[in-house]
């Protein structure tokens, strides 16, 4: 996971969360990991290449009540352009279906065209893009910045 993709500046650009600048980083992000699959019926899921169970990056569902969760997804950067995020987050559609989960949202920097086009072709919705709403801290750490919300909801 480090060496992948959460050390490399080009993959973490547009990310809610800080580049790994060491395996101590990630091995806090795993140990966190662990502690959302204590706590909620999911967490975080890594991605892996069906063939030959290659590393690809991480998607995954953030609870903030039983009924609502956020999601987002990572990819190394030679996993970019092959399908792959839109496959991760159709998964993990499903699967926050599946938990009873009646409204899924996403965040994504309004530069990121395609992160917000896989978001579009999963069936979220943009709801607005609100001013200094998120930061994202390997582009201005400590500062809030516009972001994308974007949610799909079951009935």
């Excluded at 800080?18 to 959302?36: M, N």
Aim: hydrophobic share 35%; with cysteine.
């Amino acid at each position: 996971m480090f060496e992948r993709y959460a050390s490399d500046p080009d993959v973490t650009r547009y990310l809610g969360w800080r580049r790994h600048e060491s395996l101590a980083d990630t091995q806090a992000f795993l140990a966190s990991s662990d502690a959302e699959w204590e706590r909620w019926p999911a967490g975080p899921y890594l991605i892996l290449r069906r063939s030959n169970g290659a590393l690809l990056g991480s998607s995954g569902l953030a609870f903030e009540t039983p009924q609502q969760a956020a999601t987002g997804y990572v990819l190394a950067k030679d996993a970019w352009g092959h399908g792959y995020a839109t496959e991760a987050l159709r998964a993990i559609v499903g699967l926050a279906s599946d938990l009873g989960v009646r409204r899924l949202c996403a965040l994504c920097h309004p530069d990121h065209r395609a992160s917000w086009r896989v978001l579009e072709k999963c069936g979220f919705k943009r709801e607005g893009v609100p001013p200094r709403h998120a930061e994202f801290p390997n582009l201005e750490p400590g500062t809030t910045l516009d972001a994308m919300c974007y949610a799909t909801t079951y009935d």
